[in-house]
Structure formats: C-alpha cells, structure tokens
C-alpha cells in the first residue's frame, strides 16, 4: 500500500513528517523518491518550522526540489499555519494550562527571538484580547508590568495570561522568568486583577509556571514541562 492510499485509509496520525512532505510534493526527482526528497528537506532545513521559516528560493537548493515544488510545500505549510491561527468557533475560555498552551504554541513556536503576548479574559471566563507585548532577541526579552497591566485596565478585563517562547528549545523559566511573574502577579492583585499562569514555549514542548507554583494562589496541577498535545 502506498503512502496515498495509507493516508486515505488510516489518516495521518501514523505518517511521519518526510511522508506528509512526499504527500505534498507529489513526485519525486534525482532518483529520490517523494518522501526521500522529503527527508533530504527536513535534513537540510531540520524541521517543519524551519521549512516554513525559509522562502521558496531557499527550499529549491535542495538537491532534486525545483522551484515549483518548493512553492507548492512553502504554501502547503503556510497554509497550516494560517489554520491553526484561525479563531476557535467558540471564544477561548479561561484556560487550564493545557488548554493555553494548545493555544499558543502555533502562535510562539516558531518565532526566532523571543516576544512576550498576553491573553485578556473576562468575567465570564471568555477571550476577550490577544496581544503581542515586547519584541526581544534570540536570548530575552524585557517585560514592564506596566505595559500587560494597562491593556487589562483599559479593556476592563479582570483575569490575564502571560506567555512567551524560548527560541533555545528549552522550555524551563529563568530566574528571571521566574521573578518577573511573581512581580507581576503581586502587582495584579494590588489593582484587583488575577494573573492566571505564565506559559512558556519552546517548539513543542511548553512550561506551566502556575503549575510549578510561582504563582502562589493556582493550584498546582502535577507534570511541570509538557510536549504539545499532552
């Protein structure tokens, strides 16, 4: 049975990332197989995400993979992407740390620095704001409490999430993650606001620092670092 008709009979879940590519790019070339000219993109580029970061003109050194075929994956993936961006049909609700993390990581994983977002929630537990913060570099970026606090005063919004992402791969906190989130934290509750958790992602793995127990006031739920979908 050929990788079309598994795909159609089983679905994807038992294809591997060089299959679906093959699936993508149709034929091979050079000899190759379509998965094997998929492998070779993922040894060059290392990953789906990296795929997706480079352009098409990139994509087409590699051996066998003209120009054509190289948009035809770039799309493929970009059009992924833009789905799992797409609104949920019903509004986010205030989320257990999974449910946040399912949320932001096709959003985080794949930037290159590191940029601080927050969710903004109502008293109805419903999404009511998504907001990029601050913009960093490959290393960190800075965070003023001032900056997350004042968008939640000026939607009213009494409950937010904080999250971002560790380009490193290593979802663990920092000191100072760690430090700015309990500052953070006491700030909110001296204006009458909860902040909820701190999510940080790195690619598919992510880290609850509510659930570590930096924020003293949420429960803390077993199992501190996660892959996505777990």
């Known amino acids: 049975m050929g990788n079309r008709e598994r795909y159609a009979a089983e679905g994807a879940a038992g294809m591997g990332d060089a299959e679906l590519l093959g699936l993508i790019l149709g034929i091979g070339a050079a000899g190759l197989r379509a998965d094997e000219l998929g492998g070779a993109l993922l040894r060059s580029f290392g990953s789906l995400s990296a795929i997706w970061q ?72 419903q999404l009511l704001h998504h907001k990029a913060i601050t913009r960093g570099n490959a290393w960190m970026t800075v965070m003023d409490p001032h900056q997350v606090l004042r968008e939640a005063i000026r939607m009213g919004a009494p409950r937010l999430l904080i999250a971002h992402n560790h380009p490193s791969g290593d979802p663990r906190p920092s000191p100072a993650d760690v430090d700015v989130t309990r500052r953070l934290a006491r700030c909110a509750d001296v204006l009458g606001l909860q902040l909820i958790d701190h999510i940080i992602v790195a690619g598919d793995r992510w880290t609850s620092l509510a659930a570590e127990g930096v924020i003293s006031s949420a429960p803390a739920p077993a199992g501190l670092l996660h892959a996505r979908g777990a």
């Open 54 to 125: 480079a352009s098409p003109a990139a994509l087409a050194t590699t051996p066998g993979l003209g120009p054509a075929q190289a948009v035809r994956v770039h799309a493929a993936l970009e059009a992924g992407r833009r789905m799992a961006l797409q609104p949920r049909e019903r509004p986010l609700r205030l989320p257990l740390p999974a449910d946040a993390a399912a949320w932001l990581c096709p959003r985080l994983a794949p930037l290159e620095v590191e940029e601080l977002h927050a969710l903004y929630f109502d008293r109805q537990q």
